[in-house]
């Protein structure tokens, strides 16, 4: 059975502090990564990983995969309080052409002014 | 605008009722999911349907059905069989090829009094 795991399960930070956020992964036929901010409703999409070691951008979040330890870490750099969410980690890694996503339990990210 | 959407935002409903949740989406995307969040849990799917008069079980598909008759249309509905079906409930979206990430709808809270 695909298993995702997300640690920490919460995290408290102070307004400017750097978080990352981990996401570990155990799947057959790995396919991508992906990285979604939840903030009351619906997840919004951040990023997607398919290499090893390339670095993703945007702003102050970055995010990198290791398929050779089969992780992903989030980095959130001089925190704010719009950054407060659920963060969730999902794996595609589709049986055959399915493109069904795994998700974990989602780290909740509280940043206090 | 394109985008998913569901309705109603809440729902409330006296067990052993059936229930029908809407999701509707303007994006044109073959591939269309319906996942559970509970609290402190991440999302589990339940159904998924990548085209038109067909759909798969995801991981909790019990006490739950779907149809798919329309491509811009996905409804679930929670029958009296499903055995806890208070839970946030979200609607996603798909171009239905590998690498493409799931777009979200606002989601559907349904508490079963």
């Known amino acids: 059975e695909d298993k995702v795991v997300q640690s920490p399960l919460s995290l408290v930070v102070h307004e400017g502090d750097t978080v990352t956020l981990n996401c570990s992964y155990e799947v057959t036929n790995f396919r991508s990564l992906l990285w979604y901010k939840q903030e009351k409703k619906a997840p919004t999409f951040l990023f997607m990983l398919?290499?090893?070691?390339i670095e993703k951008k945007s702003g102050r979040l970055s995010s990198i995969l290791d398929k050779k330890e089969l992780f992903s870490i989030l980095n959130i750099t001089a925190t704010q309080t719009g950054d407060s969410a659920v963060y969730l980690c999902a794996v595609e890694a589709p049986p055959f052409a399915d493109e069904k996503l795994t998700f974990g339990t989602g780290t909740r990210l509280t940043i206090i002014p | 605008d394109g985008g998913i959407t569901q309705s109603p935002k809440y729902l409330f409903r006296k067990e052993g009722q059936n229930v029908t949740l809407s999701c509707e989406q303007n994006l044109n995307h073959d591939a269309m999911y319906w996942y559970r969040q509970d609290p402190g849990q991440g999302l589990r799917l339940i159904y998924y349907s990548q085209i038109v008069n067909d759909f798969q079980k995801g991981d909790i598909a019990e006490g739950y059905s779907v149809s798919r008759e329309k491509k811009e249309s996905f409804p679930l509905t929670v029958t009296s069989a499903q055995k806890n079906p208070t839970a946030f409930y979200l609607c996603?979206?798909?171009?239905?090829?590998?690498?493409?990430?799931?777009?979200f709808g606002p989601g559907t809270r349904l508490t079963v009094l």
């Open positions: 398919t290499s090893s070691g």
């Open positions: 996603a979206s798909s171009i239905g090829s590998p690498l493409n990430e799931q777009f």
